[in-house]
Structure formats: structure tokens, C-alpha cells
């Protein structure tokens, strides 16, 4: 029998257990999100109680799996399997969650960024199949990103690589990223940005044509509300989404000029903005690339679904 991978998809508000065939399908998963506020050590102690139930749940063994292979939504240092930052769960500065994992069970345990496994996944299972080299990139309230280089996950000196959302594309912008720099792509165009975005447009005496209740609290404005101003032919919605797209093309062009790939793949919730915006963002990157584009690119959405983060995680069992 072909050994099955355990994936572990530990997220800011969801931490999802799975079992996956070597194919890319789900045999089960176990949902849940009463980790958030633990520390690490809980953390630890439940992601391996959760890991046994699923073992035990289908009346397979440890010995059954080829291994574990987790995802963390922050920085990972891949060589020791150190969790460095995140800014999406409590504490894990500099802490070991791969071994921690490991000790209790006999089979490998691979530890990598989010991102990265979800960037395998496409390379798998998804738009990037049969390519040798893909950028990934996730845009949702942040961005991240992977790099897949002649079949394998290209990590860099710490682990870090990919990270395009802190690269700048317009240091001259209004928006402060969360690393504190000026006019990082994550800092101007991910979904975190659509609060204030909105709040800007409006004081600008654009009109909106969505219905907002009176005393509005903008911090509401999420990508779904921006999709129903699309919909509704709302202007600030489209301008706040048409300022994001040029912006994500800007970094999609930086992309394609440090690396040439034959495949850039968009994944992440902003996606679900629709057409408008991803025509947009492509028509922008065309618009730079010009007459530099000297083999086809494809600039595709990304092929996954809901559970790519935990079958990516599972994948890296099998880079
Ligand atoms: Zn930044």
C-alpha cells in the first residue's frame, strides 16, 4: 500500500488535520478553531492529540504515514525547523515546532511556511502541474508568496524567501506595511488595506453606491463588501480595487523580471474580487512587460480549493 501523508494546516484562526492520499485527495480531516490564544507547548500537545484521533478515526497506524509535514502561516527557518515570527498567533518567536512535533512520533516531520506549501500544492496538484518552475502568490489580508525552482520549493539562505509582499512598489505611497516600511505590495494591496482605503475615498467626497448603514464603522470593509460595490457598479470600489490591481501587476512585472518563470499562479481571497480585477492586474503587468516577453507567460488563477493549505502541507512530504 502507498503510504499516506498527514498534513497539519495551522492557521491564524483555523488549524486543520488531514490525512491525504499521495495524490493530492483528502482520506479526512479534522477542523478546528479553539487553538487560537493557546501557547506553543498547548499548541504543540494539540496538534499532536489531533493527529492521532485522524490516525485513529480511519484504523491506520503511525507506521502507515510517510510523515507529517506542517504549515506555518510566518517566518520558518527550514534547515532546524524554527518557527521565527508570525504575526498571525501568539508567541512561536524562535521556537522549535518541528521537533517538538517530531518527538512524539517515529516518522519524519517537515515544518514550512504557508505559503511555500501552498506554492508545492499548485506544482502538484494544481495550475502548475507539469511546469519545473512556478511563483506563487497569495493575496488575501496579507501577501505571500512561493517560489518552485526545477521541481523543488527555493527557499533562500533562512527560509524566507518569496516574501514579494515586502518588496516596495512606490515608496512615495500613503500606506506603512506591517514590517513598518513604506509602499511594500502587501502594505498597498492586500485586503488589510480596504478598510482605510475605503475611509480615503470617502473623504475624498467620492460617493459610494453601496448602502451603508449611518456611523459606518470602516473598519468593516472587507474584500466581500468591495465585491458587492463591484457588483453594484459602486466608483469607490472600483477604484480602490483598479488601485490594488495596477499595484499587484507592478509586482507581478518585478517577478517576472527577477525570475523569467513560465507560470505565475494568484491564489488568496482578493481573487475572488473577480474579472475586473484580475484582468486589471494582468492588463498592468502587459502594459510594463511589453516587448520583453520573449516566450509566453501565463498568469493563471490559482487551481486549489479551500483545503490547499493543509494537502500543500502534506505535500511537502513528498518534495
Ligand atoms: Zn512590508
Redesign the pocket.
Known amino acids: 500500500m502507498e503510504k499516506i501523508l498527514c498534513g497539519v494546516d495551522l492557521g491564524g484562526t483555523k488549524l486543520s488535520v488531514g490525512l491525504v492520499y499521495p495524490d493530492g485527495t483528502i482520506l479526512d480531516k479534522i477542523i478546528v478553531y479553539d487553538h487560537v490564544g493557546k501557547n506553543e507547548e498547548a499548541i504543540v500537545n494539540y496538534i499532536t492529540q489531533l493527529v492521532r484521533q485522524v490516525i485513529s478515526a480511519n484504523k491506520i497506524q503511525e507506521s502507515d504515514l510517510e510523515g507529517i509535514g506542517i504549515g506555518f502561516p510566518g517566518h520558518v527557518r527550514y534547515r532546524d525547523g524554527y518557527t521565527i515570527t508570525t504575526s498571525n498567533l501568539k508567541g512561536f518567536k524562535n521556537f522549535p515546532l518541528r521537533d517538538s512535533i517530531s518527538k512524539t512520533f517515529s516518522i519524519p516531520v517537515r515544518l514550512d511556511n504557508d505559503a511555500n506549501a501552498q506554492a508545492f500544492c499548485e506544482f502538484k496538484f494544481g495550475a502548475g502541474r507539469g511546469y519545473d518552475d512556478l511563483i506563487f502568490l497569495t493575496i488575501s489580508s496579507g501577501i505571500g508568496a512561493g517560489i518552485v525552482l526545477n521541481r523543488k520549493i527555493y527557499r533562500g539562505m533562512t527560509g524566507t524567501a518569496g516574501e514579494f ?2 518588496t516596495i512598489v512606490d515608496p512615495h505611497s500613503d500606506f506603512i ?3 513598518g ?1 513604506r509602499g ?1 505590495l ?2 498597498i494591496a492586500c485586503g488589510l488595506t480596504l478598510p482605510e482605503r475605503f475611509r480615503k475615498k470617502m473623504e475624498e467626497g467620492v460617493k459610494t453606491t453601496l448602502q451603508l448603514p449611518e456611523n459606518f464603522d470602516f473598519s468593516k470593509v472587507d474584500g466581500k463588501l468591495i465585491k458587492q460595490g463591484l457588483d453594484l457598479n459602486d466608483p469607490v470600489s472600483k477604484a480602490i480595487v483598479e488601485d490594488c490591481a495596477d499595484h499587484t501587476g507592478i509586482g507581478i512585472y518585478n517577478i517576472f523580471q527577477v525570475f523569467n518563470p513560465p507560470i505565475i499562479i494568484l491564489g488568496g481571497g482578493l481573487m475572488n474580487l473577480g474579472d475586473l480585477y484580475f484582468s486589471r492586474i494582468k492588463s498592468k503587468f502587459y502594459e510594463l512587460a511589453r516587448d520583453m516577453i520573449f516566450d509566453p507567460i501565463a498568469i493563471v488563477r490559482s487551481e486549489a480549493e479551500a483545503d490547499a493549505g493543509l494537502i500543500g502541507a502534506a505535500a511537502l512530504l513528498l518534495e
Open positions: 509582499g515586502h506595511c506591517t514590517c516600511n511594500c502587501m502594505g
